[in-house]
């Protein structure tokens, strides 16, 4: 089997331009589906595989502990997988299309109201180069509506300061041309002063965010740098860096904006994903029904 995955995660990379995250989550579930069948039923051969060998690992995880969100998602990387299969011609029929997949308990997202947000932005020491740096790309998410990998990956060529629009390219490389306002732009702008003392201790880059040693910040350091602050200011817990990310819809739900913009702006493919802000609008409606309502 191990052929055909790396063929796998060639095509997902070369032929679908997949991001190196995702190709690596393919990997690490099929690497462990592969070790199980070996372990198991002492053969990997994906001609071999049938439907009760995917229930199998799949009853598998489940008495590990792994939660329904993880295995269906496991179960979707194996019937891409043998789906490519199918269509290379290596097996004659894809056994996973056979497997039902869990049912999800529907969670909505921590909602972020905006004085929570507000509180948030405040938190980073205005005084500190690093602070200065940290109130930006909090600004950034929280005003663009930006995944944290589409933060990080942003260069100083792909920010247009004057007219406050971000070049970003998204999930399976598309690119799209997002605004932000003026407080994420004064934010930029004051950090911006900053970044040379920042470039000057590494070795060159045109990353627009930079860590202490000059380096382009990560995904993972720019989660770390949220909880420090979201401890800082003692809100509630549930929050991370794509919690601004659901802020920046549902605020722009409830002021009027339309579904359709929305998608455009966070690069949803489907609208349907962008429909859950509508969810959370509906959620927040409730809540102030009932407390102010004398019929409530």
Do not use: W
């Amino acid at each position: 089997m191990r052929r055909a995955v790396r063929a796998f995660l060639d095509d997902l990379k070369h032929r679908r331009g997949l991001s190196a995250n995702t190709v690596s989550s393919y990997e690490t579930d099929l690497i462990q589906f592969q070790l199980f069948l070996e372990e198991e039923l002492g053969n990997s051969k994906p001609a071999s595989v049938d439907v009760l060998a995917i229930r199998s690992f799949l009853a598998h995880l489940h008495q590990r502990g792994l939660s329904r969100a993880s295995i269906a998602r496991k179960l979707a990387a194996l019937r891409t997988f043998f789906k490519f299969l199918l269509r290379e011609g290596t097996i004659e029929k894809n056994p996973a299309r056979l497997v039902s997949t869990p049912r999800l308990d529907r969670k909505l997202p921590a909602r972020f109201e905006e004085a929570e947000v507000e509180s948030l932005l405040d938190a980073p020491d205005g005084s500190d180069p690093l602070g200065r740096r940290d109130r930006a790309i909090l600004e950034l998410l929280y005003g663009s509506g930006l995944r944290v990998g589409e933060l990080v990956a942003l260069d100083l060529s792909t920010c247009d300061l004057d007219s406050c629009l971000l070049r970003v390219l998204g999930k399976g490389n598309k690119e799209r041309i997002v605004p932000f306002g003026e407080p994420a732009e004064e934010a930029l702008r004051t950090y911006l002063r900053d970044r040379r003392a920042l470039v000057a201790l590494g070795e060159g880059t045109d990353a627009l965010f930079l860590n202490h040693r000059g380096g382009r910040l990560t995904a993972r350091s720019v989660r770390r740098l949220m909880d420090r602050y979201l401890k800082l200011t003692a809100l509630r817990s549930g929050f991370s860096p794509h919690s601004l990310r659901h802020a920046f819809a549902t605020h722009l739900l409830e002021r009027g904006c339309d579904l359709r913009s929305i998608q455009e702006l966070l690069g949803h493919e489907s609208l349907s994903t962008t429909q859950k802000y509508t969810q959370l609008s509906t959620r927040k409606l409730l809540e102030v029904y009932e407390k102010s309502h004398p019929k409530a």
